[in-house]
């Protein structure tokens, strides 16, 4: 079993910067592949970001690519997503999400482990 802690959400204006950390227990951190979803009020959870296990390939969204940067520190068993040039339709509920795919993938129906997600509201 993997539990998942989100933190550093909060309110900022649009073009500022926010940085999300996941902590994660339970399991071999090692051995999972992380990632952030987000969902908006009155829309489905989407994809923003993931990386592989060893904390050398990513996969972003188009939406978030060039803005976004999700990294991981294996040792402090921690997933960071740090998010600059913000805009209003960032806001969302994020979540962080684990699992042990090897092929990183923007589906969420492979994850197996979810947090209990962060808000970031972005003000125009």
């Known amino acids: 079993q993997v539990q998942l802690v989100e933190s550093g959400g909060g309110l900022v204006q649009a073009g500022g910067s926010l940085r999300l950390s996941c902590k994660a227990s339970?399991?071999?951190?090692?051995?999972?592949?992380m990632g952030w979803y987000r969902q908006a009020p009155g829309k489905e959870r989407e994809f923003a970001a993931r990386i592989n296990r060893s904390g050398t390939s990513t996969l972003y969204a188009d939406s978030v690519k060039g803005r976004f940067t999700i990294s991981r520190n294996n040792a402090e068993n921690t997933v960071v997503l740090q998010m600059n040039s913000l805009k209003p339709e960032d806001t969302a509920v994020y979540y962080c999400a684990a699992d042990r795919q090897l092929v990183l993938s923007r589906e969420s129906s492979g994850v197996d482990y979810w947090g209990q997600g962060t808000q970031v509201t972005v003000s125009s």
């Open positions: 339970g399991s071999a951190f090692g051995s999972l592949a």
